[in-house]
């Protein structure tokens, strides 16, 4: 079996920096989305819960 290394460019200090900006944008989004959500959550849980109308014989 032979296996060929393919060499590849190494990253750059701004490749690393632009790296690390994105993903700190993502996390920051992921975050804003979680506590949207989490909020939304709790609106419902805190919502009092309506039982309609029950069978009777």
């Given amino acids: ?3 060929t290394m393919v060499k590849t460019p190494e990253a ?4 690393v920096l632009l ?5 700190r944008d993502t996390l920051r989004d992921i975050t804003s989305k ?3 959500l989490q ?15 029950t069978k009777t014989n």
């Fill in 39 to 53: 909020t939304k959550l709790e609106t419902i849980l805190g919502t009092p819960i309506s039982i309609g109308p």
């Fill in 19 to 23: 790296i690390n900006s994105s993903v």
């Fill in 12 to 15: 750059t200090i701004n490749d």
């Fill in 34 to 36: 979680e506590m949207v």
């Fill in 1 to 3: 079996m032979i296996i």
